[in-house]
């Protein structure tokens, strides 16, 4: 089951009305994290290095919906931590189905199996379960033996159940263009997951393992390969073709940070979902008082290996809208 054709619409029909009044900044996914907490400690994430008072803090379901409808995105991205441990996880989903926002819930599929029966199959709801590579590779990106098993187990079940299921992989220095074919032939023809993401790991200032990031021109190198020979049309990959070129260096663009804001227990947080420059209290405060300008390659040098998808998506799907041969491609290989 591919994205929906009558979500492709109405983001289109969003990005027509913003361009049509002239909006200079608008979100097109919201990040929202409900809390922090998580039961893996992957080697690569930065999100969990929090005290042990935050750790243990939920959003309450409330406030999560008043962020959203705040900012207006259509789709929602429920991130953390882990999303499942979440009391009211299931609360915060349906409130958002039934505002016809488009949810994806991130998770690394621990407990999703027991929490199955809390949600029901929607157009509107999917999950996305992380998987950083085949069983070896992906147990060791978590520091865990047996998640990958768990992980599989639990996405048969849920495709058994009728629900949409997406995966998001993320790239480090220990992958190769072979590696990267294999998780996503394995995901895309053995698993049948409707959607993947893939993207480059940005480079947490407190992630536990330092050396394992990939630089700018790594990364291109690297998909560059893994997309040869015209493989990356064989796979559902859940991006835009202006960003898969970005990957492989074929064309380059500025991030665009505001495009895909974060909401958490802080507050809504500057300038990205991966730094945290402070936080503003109204979504209207962030806009409007975050210098973006500020921040990106060749103007933060916490931005100069950056190239993830939470970053350079938005830009390339704004490209994408500003071409009418863009666009036919977007839609062609959707």
Not at 258 to 283: E, K, N
Request: aromatic fraction near 10%.
């Amino acid at each position: 089951m591919p994205v929906p054709v009558r979500q492709s619409i109405r983001i289109g029909a969003y990005l027509a009305k913003q361009k049509l009044k002239r909006v200079e900044r608008f979100p097109l996914i919201v990040e929202l994290e409900p809390l922090f907490q998580c039961n893996l400690a992957c080697v690569g994430c930065g999100k969990i290095q929090q005290p042990d008072h935050v750790l243990k803090m939920r959003m309450p379901v409330e406030q999560a919906i008043a962020a959203v409808e705040e900012c207006g995105a259509p789709m929602v991205s429920i991130a953390g931590g882990e999303p499942l441990i979440h009391p009211e996880i299931e609360k915060i989903v349906a409130e958002l189905v039934k505002r016809k926002r488009y949810v994806y819930l991130c998770t690394n599929a621990l407990l999703l199996e027991k929490k199955l029966h809390l949600f029901e199959p929607s157009e509107y709801f999917a999950f996305t379960v992380h998987i950083d590579g085949l069983k070896e590779r992906h147990d060791d990106s978590v520091d865990r033996e047996g998640v990958f098993d768990k992980a599989v187990e639990a996405i048969r079940a849920a495709k058994a159940a009728g629900f949409r299921v997406t995966t998001n992989t993320t790239v480090f220095t220990q992958d190769s263009p072979e590696s990267v074919r294999d998780v996503l032939d394995y995901l895309n023809d053995e698993l049948e997951i409707d959607d993947m993401m893939i993207s480059p790991a940005y480079a947490y200032e407190k992630a536990p393992d330092q050396d394992h990031f990939l630089g700018v021109e790594q990364t291109r190198k690297l998909f560059r390969e893994a997309f040869a020979d015209g493989r990356r049309k064989h796979w559902r990959l859940n991006h835009s073709p202006l960003f898969l070129d970005f990957l492989e260096g074929k064309t380059d663009y500025e991030c665009t940070p505001w495009g895909i804001p974060s909401y958490s227990l802080h507050g809504w947080q500057r300038p990205c979902y991966l730094m945290a420059d402070g936080y503003a209290t109204t979504y209207r405060e962030l806009l409007e008082t975050t210098d973006w300008d500020s921040y990106g390659r060749g103007r933060d040098e916490r931005c100069d290996n950056c190239m993830a998808h939470c970053g350079y998506e938005p830009t390339a799907v704004l490209a994408t809208t500003q071409s009418l041969k863009q666009s036919v491609r977007a839609l062609v290989s959707s």
